[in-house]
């Protein structure tokens, strides 16, 4: 069964730090990992999609790297903003006998002026 | 990319009544989602919606509590059963062109059972 783990669960950050969001998973036969944010009470927003033969994506102040073989992903937010405060999801694609998204429990990000 | 709306964005419904909750996207995909949000948690996978034969759903879930319908490849919809309070929840629909593409999210539906 594929699990995904999220850490930390929560962060808060002033403006303008670096940051890092890290996403392990148990099964790496995977086909991709996608990166999601979520609003309080909102649906989820994509932000970056990792094909499995993918090492890393860009998307201006945000950038995910992918290690299949370690099962981890991470997402790095440059210069943070208050506007970056959010929840943040990753999801797996994919893992042996699974064709469909799984998801971590999220990073809840509080970014304080 | 894709946009995907949902209908109705919330709703306060008595339990044992049913709700039906539409999707549309504003494209033709290949596979369509209805995911659960419960309270403080992540998302969970219902059911895999099939164009013109029954949905996939994923152990938990069963076509009597949760019908769902595809009736083609822009549109579908869920209903909740006979709800009961343990079913309220943030519902929502997904997209995507299959295996490996980017899948995409609707606002979700608010639904709180009374």
């Known amino acids: 069964k594929q699990e995904v783990t999220q850490i930390p669960a929560a962060l808060s950050v002033p403006e303008g730090e670096n940051l890092v969001l890290n996403c392990s998973f148990t099964d790496s036969a995977i086909y991709n990992l996608q990166w999601f944010r979520q609003d309080p009470g909102k649906g989820l927003t994509s932000l970056l999609l990792i094909q499995s033969s993918q090492r890393e994506q860009t998307s201006g102040r945000l950038n995910a790297s992918l290690d299949k073989s370690s099962g981890r992903s991470t997402l790095y937010i440059a210069a943070s903003q208050p506007g970056d405060s959010a929840t943040y999801l990753c999801?797996?694609?994919?893992?042996?006998?699974?064709?469909?998204?799984?998801f971590g429990k999220g990073t809840m990000l509080l970014v304080s002026p | 990319s894709a946009v995907i709306s949902q209908k109705p964005s919330r709703d306060i419904c008595q339990r044992g009544t049913s709700l039906t909750i539409q999707c549309q996207v504003d494209?033709?995909?290949?596979?369509m989602f209805w995911y659960r949000q419960q309270p403080g948690q992540s998302l969970t996978l219902i059911a895999t919606a099939n164009q013109g034969s029954e949905a996939t759903y994923e152990s938990g879930f069963v076509i009597d509590k949760f019908p769902i319908s595809r009736p083609n490849l822009t549109f579908s919809t869920l209903t909740v059963s006979n709800m009961s309070p343990e079913d309220s929840s943030i519902y929502l629909c997904?997209?995507?062109?299959?295996?490996?593409?980017?899948?995409?999210f609707g606002p979700g539906t608010r639904l709180t059972v009374t």
């Open positions: 997904s997209a995507g062109q299959g295996l490996g593409y980017e899948q995409y």
């Open positions: 999801a797996v694609g994919g893992g042996s006998g699974y064709s469909t998204l799984t």
């Open positions: 494209s033709q995909v290949t596979m």
